[in-house]
C-alpha cells in the first residue's frame, strides 16, 4: 500500500553561532514523514536531534537559524511562511511534547485551563464544551480524577501527570502530526513506558502520525516502524526498525545496538564507543563518525560517503528502503 506523504524536509541545514561565527550543526538532512506512521530519530545527544524538531514548525531559539532547505507539510512550503501564517499551523496541524514537562506549562493556569486555551486559540470558544472535550481527553490519557486534576496547577502534580498534561495539549486540537522530542526522559520507566503506550494509542486510535525523537533505542524500537540514525548533524542510516536493529548497516549504529543489554549476549561484554559526539568546532572532515569508529579506514576521513541502498523497496510501498551511509557495508548487501 502506498503511504502519503504528510511531511518533507529538503536539504535541510541549521546553523548555531559559535563566538561570532555560523557552524552547521544540521547538515542537508532530507526525510519523509508519512500519513500514519511513528517515525523515530535516534543518536546521542548533541547529534542535532531536538534542533531537526523544533525547525520543522518554526521554533529554532535564538542563536540558531535555517541556512538552506526547505520543510514542506501536506505540501506547502513552511519555510516560506511569516510567524502569522505559521500560527495557525503550529497546535492544529503540528504538536510538540517536550522532553522537561513542568518548565513547558504555566505555573500560573490550572491544567484544564492550559489544555483549553489550545481549542480557543484556534476558534473554539465554547467553554463549556472546550471544558466537556478536556475532561475526555485527560480521562483517555489515563490521569486520575479529571475532574480534579482539571483545576491543578502545574507544581501540585508529579512529573508523569505534568508530562501527561503537555499530551493533552498537545492533542487536544487533533493535530495531524505529533513531534515528541525525549518525552519519557525525565521519567521514571513504569512512568515512561505508559507515556510510551498513550502515544502509541493516538497513531492508531486516531492516526496521529508521530515524530518520535529519543537516544532511547528501546523505546524506538517499542513504538517505531521506521528510524533515522543521526550522528553529528547527519543521517548515517535510515530504514525500517525491524531491519536496522536486525541488520545494522553503520558502524555507529552497530555500536549504539551493542551497548544495549540483551539476553542473546548474556555474559559477553557491551559494546562500547570510544570518545564522545564531536562539537561544532571539532567536527572531523570526510565521515563524521570517523573519529569514533574503530573500524575507520584512510577513505572515510577524506570523504563523507554518499547514501547507500542497503535493500531494496518494496514494490508499491514508499518509506521501506533501508540505507546507509558508511564504505563498510557495500549497496544490495541484504
Not at 502545574?154 to 505534568?162: K, V
Not at 570526510?286 to 535493500?311: K, Y
Request: neutral net charge; hydrophobic residues 35%; charged residues 25%.
Amino acid at each position: 500500500m502506498n503511504m502519503e506523504t504528510l511531511l518533507e524536509a529538503r536539504n535541510l541545514w541549521i546553523e548555531v553561532s559559535v563566538n561570532g561565527s555560523w557552524l552547521p550543526a544540521v547538515q542537508d538532512l532530507n526525510f519523509t514523514v508519512y500519513a500514519g506512521e511513528i517515525l523515530g530519530i535516534v543518536g546521542e545527544s548533541g547529534c542535532g536531534k531536538s534542533l531537526t524538531a523544533l525547525s520543522l514548525p518554526g521554533l529554532l531559539p535564538g542563536g540558531t537559524r535555517r541556512r538552506d532547505g526547505s520543510v514542506y507539510f501536506e505540501g506547502r512550503d513552511l519555510t516560506g511562511l511569516c510567524e502569522k501564517e505559521l500560527r495557525p499551523v503550529r497546535g492544529r496541524d503540528i504538536a510538540m511534547v517536550f522532553q522537561e514537562p513542568l518548565p513547558s506549562l504555566n505555573p500560573l493556569m490550572s491544567a484544564g485551563r492550559q489544555i483549553a486555551e489550545t481549542l480557543e486559540l484556534h476558534g473554539q470558544k465554547d467553554r463549556d464544551l472546550n471544558r466537556k472535550k478536556v475532561l475526555e481527553l485527560m480521562g483517555q490519557l489515563e490521569l486520575p480524577v479529571p475532574e480534579k486534576l482539571i483545576n491543578a496547577y502545574p507544581h501540585q502534580l508529579s512529573g508523569g501527570m505534568c508530562q501527561r498534561v503537555m499530551l493533552a495539549l498537545a492533542l487536544i486540537g487533533r493535530p495531524k502530526l505529533l513531534i515528541a522530542d525525549e518525552p519519557t526522559t525525565a521519567l521514571d520507566q513504569n512512568t515512561g513506558s505508559q507515556i510510551l503506550s498513550l502515544i502509541s494509542n493516538s497513531n492508531r486510535e486516531r492516526g496521529t502520525s508521530v515524530l518520535f525523537i529519543s537516544h532511547d533505542l528501546s523505546a524506538i524500537q517499542k513504538i517505531c516502524s521506521r528510524v533515522l540514525v543521526m550522528y553529528s548533524g547527519s543521517i548515517v542510516e535510515e530504514g525500517p526498525v525491524e531491519a536496522v536493529f536486525s541488520r545494522p548497516a553503520h558502524e555507529y549504529t552497530r555500536l549504539l545496538l551493542g551497548a544495549i543489554p540483551d539476553r542473546k549476549r548474556k555474559g559477553r561484554p557491551l559494546a562500547n564507543i570510544p570518545g564522545r559526539v564531536p562539537s561544532l568546532e571539532e567536527r572531523p572532515g570526510g565521515c563524521p563518525f570517523s573519529g569514533r569508529c574503530p573500524s575507520v579506514q584512510e577513505r572515510c576521513l577524506s570523504a563523507f560517503p554518499e547514501e547507500r541502498l542497503i535493500a531494496a523497496v518494496d514494490a508499491g510501498t514508499a518509506g521501506r528502503k533501508h540505507s546507509s551511509r558508511c564504505v563498510l557495508y557495500p549497496e544490495g548487501q541484504n
